[in-house]
């Protein structure tokens, strides 16, 4: 009988379950809401219903390449979430499970005129950790600032942002690119974050002054300790058989 290598077995178990691939807990795209965009409406999985409110502003459910190319990279099937507000509008929803460790929370958002105040919030309870801003001034964010993007030949066409969000052991890190030359990236200390919010304050109409934001999902890495103990039992199982 072939003698197996008992400790190559072994590393070959952990080196399987640190390549396992991510999993989807939790999905949503504007392509879900056929029907509309409504507070208490929910076209995905993994999160809570939206909760909808302004004064002076509204949301739909439309196509960011109104704002030109840039912004178009946003939608999914010709659709985005879309807000608009000479007052305030807030987009708000939470995930229906916590996130764990090394759990990533993604999506995408658009604008083009920079005027009045956008962009989304984290919270964790009614406890706000995290702000990503953009006015006249520039970028700014818990943590950290970035000029604005030049119109000519970039904003004017749109800006689309990509956002990832990693779940730590001591609060989460973030990234935040475009094709249009803005990345930040950074990290925060705090408990978790169990909620999210975009708004748009004082923005006016027309299509410019539109937020839009799409492609929510939350991917979770399969825990490779447990994976590895799974077939590590099942090597010494088939070692004390022989």
């Given at each position: 009988m072939k003698k197996t290598n008992f400790g190559a077995a072994v590393v070959a178990a952990f080196l399987a379950a640190a390549s396992q691939a991510a999993v989807v807990v939790a999905s949503d795209n504007a392509t879900n809401y056929g029907s509309g965009w409504s507070n208490?409406?929910?076209?995905?999985?993994?999160?809570?219903?939206?909760?909808?409110s302004s004064s002076d502003g509204g949301w739909f459910r439309g196509n960011a390449s109104v704002q030109g190319s840039n912004s178009g990279a946003t939608d999914t099937s010709g659709n985005s979430?879309?807000?608009?507000?000479?007052g305030y509008v807030?987009?708000?929803r939470g995930f229906t499970s916590a996130l764990g460790v090394g759990d990533v929370f993604s999506f995408d958002m658009a604008y083009k005129w920079d005027n009045g105040n956008r962009g989304f919030v984290l919270s964790n309870g009614?406890?706000?950790?995290?702000?990503?801003?953009?006015n006249s001034s520039g970028y700014s964010w818990t943590g950290g600032s970035a000029a604005?993007?030049?119109?000519g030949g970039a904003r004017e066409y749109g800006v689309s942002i990509d956002v990832a969000i990693t779940r730590t052991l001591t609060g989460f890190s973030f990234t935040m690119t475009s094709a249009q030359g803005f990345s930040a990236s950074g990290s925060v200390a705090a408990a978790g974050f169990d909620s999210f919010?975009?708004?748009?304050?004082?923005?006016?109409?027309?299509?410019g002054g539109n937020m839009y934001a799409n492609s929510f999902l939350v991917t979770a890495i399969p825990a490779p300790g447990a994976i590895a103990l799974v077939g590590l039992?099942?090597?010494?199982?088939?070692?004390?058989r022989r």
């Open positions: 208490g409406s929910n076209g995905g999985t993994g999160f809570t219903a939206w909760n909808l979430f879309g807000m608009w507000a000479s807030n987009a708000e009614s406890t706000e950790v995290f702000n990503f801003n953009i604005s993007t030049p119109w919010k975009f708004y748009v304050a004082g923005a006016g109409g027309g299509d039992a099942g090597l010494v199982s088939t070692r004390r």
